[in-house]
């Protein structure tokens, strides 16, 4: 199985920035996408970054030219920095992958178990 474990999160002001970072373990053999979603009280989960294997980016409207998703392949880790936060970017931060553990045929959607991002004067 895949673990994903997110760190990062906390509280700002608005206009201020926070760098989130998730680590994925496991028996790993291969990951495809590695991405962000955020769930805010009484929404629904949304996508906010996801990056693939090849480098490819994808961002949630909302966010485009204030956060930036990064991955570091070597170590199954994937960052999203946040700048310009906004009070209505203060959600739960759930880091994504799609992964495929040894011995599999089959990627995988995993999820962490989230990191709280404030944005409040």
């Known amino acids: 199985q895949v673990q994903l474990v997110e760190s990062g999160g906390g509280l700002v002001q608005p206009g201020g920035s926070l760098r989130l970072s998730c680590a994925a373990s496991?028996?790993?053999?291969?990951?495809?996408?590695m991405g962000w979603y955020r769930q805010a009280p009484g929404k629904e989960r949304e996508l906010v970054a996801v990056?693939?294997?090849?480098?490819?980016?994808n961002y949630a409207d909302s966010v485009k030219g204030r956060f930036t998703i990064s991955r570091d392949r070597g170590q199954n880790t994937v960052y999203l920095q946040m700048n310009s936060l906004k009070p209505e970017d203060a959600a739960v931060y759930y880091c994504?992958?799609?992964?495929?553990?040894?011995?599999?045929?089959?990627?995988?959607?995993?999820w962490g178990k989230g990191t709280l991002v404030t944005v409040s004067s």
């Open positions: 990056i693939t294997n090849i480098g490819s980016t």
């Open positions: 994504n992958c799609s992964a495929k553990v040894a011995l599999s045929l089959y990627y995988i959607n995993y």
């Open positions: 496991g028996s790993i053999a291969s990951i495809n996408r």
